[in-house]
């Protein structure tokens, strides 16, 4: 089946600095999301993004279709961006079913 | 968008019982899913609900362990049978709707 590998695995930052944080997949893929977790345990839609390149506020994504990796972008990141990333995907061939693949996640802790 | 209600929010529970998972989503959908995800891991999908046919199963995951119901688009309910400290998770309820994946806030379960 398709794999999907995040990394890093863990990252602890301090507050107002940057990181990026990727998502390889083993496969193509028709849908790509990224997720935030926070440290009670909801998870957030970030970005559906199966390629190309979206912004929200401090966060933005960009997938690489073709050379099958996703990047998830975070400036200026805030005590509140705490918690893990999650990247998921869709098993090849299907079309956006909702039965995705997760990554293992990023573990972020933004220090005050 | 996507409003989603679980409940319980936790249970703790003895081994060899049961427990059943409610799930409520503001709008009408034709699938539901169910995920896991084990203490310190990331999800797993468990099984797939549609309204007015039996759910469809991942592989490892079995009717007669998880027994979903469907009754209609709003509402879905998993059941954890003979439960063992293995099954100790969290379970997360979880919809689609236009390209994006929805989780409800999860029952997290202990089993002693």
């Known amino acids: 089946g398709i794999q999907v590998e995040q990394s890093p695995p863990d990252l602890i930052l301090q507050e107002g600095a940057n990181s990026t944080l990727r998502c390889n997949f083993s496969?193509?893929?028709?849908?790509l999301q990224w997720f935030h977790q926070n440290p009670w345990g909801q998870l957030i839609n970030l970005f559906y993004?199966?390629?190309g390149t979206k912004q929200n506020g401090r966060l933005s994504a960009t997938t690489v279709a073709t050379e099958r990796y996703s990047l998830l972008y975070i400036s200026s990141s805030q005590t509140t961006d705490s918690g893990v990333y999650f990247c998921?995907?869709?098993?090849?061939?299907?079309?956006?079913?909702?039965?995705?693949?997760f990554g293992q996640g990023t573990t972020l802790q933004v220090k005050p | 968008s996507a409003v989603i209600s679980q409940k319980p929010s936790r249970d703790i529970c003895q081994r060899g019982t049961s427990l059943t998972i409610q799930c409520q989503v503001d709008?009408?959908?034709?699938?539901m899913f169910w995920y896991r995800q084990q203490p310190g891991q990331s999800l797993t999908l468990i099984a797939t609900?549609?309204?007015?046919?039996?759910?469809?199963?991942e592989s490892g995951f079995v009717i007669d362990k998880f027994p979903i119901s469907r009754p209609n688009l709003t509402f879905s309910t998993l059941t954890v049978s003979n439960m063992s400290p293995e099954d100790s998770s969290i379970y997360l309820c979880?919809?689609?709707?236009?390209?994006?994946?929805?989780f409800g806030p999860g029952t997290r379960l202990t089993v002693l």
């Open positions: 609900a549609n309204q007015g046919s039996e759910a469809t199963y």
């Open positions: 993004i199966p390629s």
């Open positions: 496969d193509s893929v028709n849908n």
């Open positions: 709008s009408q959908v034709t699938m």
């Open positions: 979880s919809v689609a709707v236009a390209d994006t994946q929805y």
């Open positions: 998921a995907v869709e098993r090849p061939g299907s079309s956006n079913t909702g039965k995705l693949i």
